[in-house]
């Protein structure tokens, strides 16, 4: 890293300064039935595009800054919220072509200041404890941290199992498993060294290619939460959401 990026990140965390990245190019092919011509994240929820819920998670934690991962009909999402939410500075990073969850990520990331960055989904709301789960990060120094949401039946998700020390220890694909177990909760604190670490090509998912091969090579740990889950892709969630959020 080059003396100044290194100089900035470091004013940057002194001034408390904390960035997110927001996966929110999703097509939405599940609701096209219920929802049409947005993009997923502005499906509306009680009057409000559900990409709001979320921001406002961001700002009730101190997030500074917001990078929103978006391709599809992202027009829809930048007339809406601009630049500014809020307390939450928002630049997008705006997908050409479907670059996966890991290429999204890595070009995000391009535009952050600090090396260590949450990234959240755009079109679930899982209402984990911020503060919990940066001190988590930060104490097992380490590259990469995920949440876990434990469900009664991990069959139509893949499990993800941890040891004594929290460290991941096993990846299951879906249907492997089954019973009740944790799941990846998409929630994620990482540093960009990881990236540097491990380059990857232009589209990958961050999940498969990423977590799931390196896990073993790497030491990544993962915090259960009992927070509150809701995903919209669903169309029986979606409708859900209307009466919940």
Same mark, same amino acid.
């Given at each position: 890293?080059k003396?100044?990026?290194?100089?900035?990140?470091?004013?940057?965390?002194?001034? +408390?300064?904390?960035?997110?990245?927001?996966?929110?190019?999703?097509?939405?092919?599940?609701?096209q039935?219920?929802?049409?011509?947005?993009?997923?994240?502005?499906?509306?929820?009680?009057?409000?595009?559900?990409l709001t819920?979320?921001?406002?998670?961001?700002?009730?934690?101190?997030?500074?800054?917001?990078?929103?991962?978006?391709?599809?009909?992202?027009?829809?999402?930048?007339?809406? *919220?601009?630049?500014q939410?809020?307390?939450?500075?928002?630049?997008?990073?705006?997908?050409?072509?479907?670059?996966?969850?890991?290429?999204?990520i890595?070009?995000?990331?391009?535009?952050?200041?600090?090396?260590?960055?949450?990234?959240?989904n755009?079109?679930?709301?899982?209402?984990?404890?911020?503060?919990?789960?940066?001190?988590?990060?930060?104490?097992?120094?380490?590259?990469?941290?995920?949440?876990?949401?434990?469900?009664?039946?991990?069959?139509?998700?893949?499990?993800?199992?941890?040891?004594?020390? +929290?460290m991941?220890?096993? *990846?299951?694909?879906?249907?492997?498993?089954a019973?009740?177990? *944790?799941?990846?909760?998409?929630?994620?604190?990482?540093?960009?060294?990881?990236?540097?670490?491990?380059?990857?090509?232009?589209?990958?998912?961050?999940?498969?290619?990423?977590?799931?091969?390196?896990?073993?090579?790497?030491?990544? *740990?993962a915090?259960?939460?009992?927070?509150?889950?809701?995903?919209?892709?669903?169309?029986e969630?979606?409708?859900?959401?209307?009466?919940?959020?």
């Amino acid at each position: 890293m080059k003396i100044d990026e290194t100089m900035k990140n470091d004013e940057a965390m002194k001034n +408390n300064y904390k960035e997110a990245i927001v996966l929110a190019g999703g097509f939405g092919t599940r609701l096209q039935g219920v929802v049409k011509d947005v993009p997923k994240p502005m499906a509306p929820v009680n009057g409000k595009p559900f990409l709001t819920y979320i921001l406002d998670y961001l700002v009730d934690y101190g997030y500074t800054k917001v990078i929103l991962s978006v391709g599809y009909l992202h027009e829809k999402i930048e007339e809406f *919220f601009g630049t500014q939410y809020k307390s939450l500075e928002i630049d997008y990073a705006v997908e050409v072509e479907p670059l996966g969850t890991g290429g999204g990520i890595l070009f995000a990331m391009s535009k952050c200041k600090t090396d260590n960055v949450l990234v959240i989904n755009g079109d679930t709301m899982f209402k984990v404890d911020l503060t919990e789960f940066e001190h988590f990060y930060a104490a097992k120094n380490c590259l990469l941290s995920i949440v876990l949401r434990e469900v009664d039946d991990v069959a139509r998700y893949g499990s993800v199992t941890i040891g004594n020390n +929290n460290m991941i220890i096993l *990846f299951s694909e879906k249907g492997i498993s089954a019973g009740r177990g *944790f799941i990846n909760g998409g929630v994620y604190m990482i540093n960009r060294a990881l990236f540097e670490k491990y380059p990857r090509p232009k589209k990958f998912s961050f999940e498969k290619d990423l977590m799931e091969k390196l896990y073993t090579q790497e030491r990544f *740990f993962a915090m259960p939460s009992d927070g509150y889950f809701i995903d919209i892709g669903i169309p029986e969630d979606y409708a859900r959401a209307q009466n919940e959020l």
